[in-house]
């Protein structure tokens, strides 16, 4: 199968699948002499993995990481960084009555189409179980870019939105749903209780926000930073829309509402009236703060029977049955963190080799 790499001069290459035996990737181009110990990537892992709470899968991984390569004596060496994790919470039995039927919103049909093969244990290759090492990854990535900070929350589950007046970092951290608005969160838990129960699911919308990226990171038409991140962000699993900034409310808004005044501050640097173009301009970052958001369609492992195909052409009834996140949203806000950070890095890499000499702000010559 191919196409299992993301990025240019920080590239990052995945493998294993849901019930294989270990998942891992390799993170090509990191620079030498960064610090890199297990210790700096866990904490990632440990706020995307499974079991932590009744809103997420039951399924009981660790997800412990190890280094097998590109680092020594705590820095990493300039080489490729092998990461890896073992799966030790399978459960294939629980999939063994669907093998051969097509489950309904999952890729399964598709992979058949394809490849003529799958692995139809929690879906193989194309199970959220691979994002982990997408989050391993991003957690090398932050160690690139110096002086980035880089959040993500929840800001509506289902058809319930948060109200953007109370936002809350802090709160983000409080809660197993990473919401910013405590309320919210309260609504959503009872949201999720339900749905849960009657064994259906809901769908979320994820912001990410990159405060501290410098300005000049992508280029002109086929390099631009917001193609790649909408890029790398749509290859996350179940994600099935992204907008930057104001996204697709700009197209109601006036050309002067949405245009982004500026002005020059005392210290000669350039200060943005708003943000409605999410710190991208031209394909190419402002210096602003970096905003996106996804949208994450409904789990489509669910207990309701649907309608669907058999291998061998037959009608028939599905029923998942197995361990599955009743929001799958909830755990892809790390995993939407790790790919802005991983799309971040590597677009600072591209600008430091073709401009070493670049401003790192937005600043503009004084007369």
Known sequence: MSHNSFGHLFRVTTWGE???????????????????????????????????????????????????????????????????????????????????????????????????????????????????????????????LEGVTIRGALVQMGPDRIDRAVWDWAAAEENPFFCPDPAAARRW???????????????????????????????????????????????????????????????ALSGEANADEMRMGADGRVLFGDNHAGGILGGISTGQPIVARFAVKPTSSILTPRRSVDRFGQEVEVLTKGRHDPCVGIRAVPVGEAMLAITLADHLLRHRAQNPDAPGEARLPRN
């Open 18 to 144: 849901s019930h294989g035996p270990a998942i891992g990737c390799v993170v090509d181009g990191c620079p030498p002499r960064l610090a890199l110990t297990e210790a700096d990537i866990q904490p990632f892992l440990d706020r995307r993995r499974p079991g932590q709470s009744k809103f997420v899968t039951q399924r009981q991984e660790p997800d412990q990481v190890r280094i097998l390569s590109g680092t020594f004596e705590g820095l990493t060496t300039g080489t490729p960084i092998a990461l890896l994790i073992e799966n030790q919470d399978q459960r294939s039995r629980d999939y063994g009555e669907i093998k051969d039927r097509f489950r309904p919103g999952h890729a399964d049909l598709a992979y058949e189409l394809k490849y003529g093969i799958r692995d139809y244990r929690g879906g193989g290759r194309s199970s959220a179980r691979e994002t982990a090492m997408r989050v391993a990854a991003g957690a090398v990535a932050r160690r690139v």
């Open 189 to 251: 838990e009872a949201m999720l209780t339900e749905a849960r129960k009657s064994g259906s699911s809901l769908g979320a919308v994820i912001e990410l926000v990159a405060e501290g990226a410098p300005p000049g990171l992508g280029a002109p038409v086929y390099g631009k930073l917001d193609a790649d991140l909408a890029a790398a962000l749509m290859s996350i699993n179940a994600v099935k829309g992204v907008e930057i900034g104001e996204g697709f409310a700009a197209a």
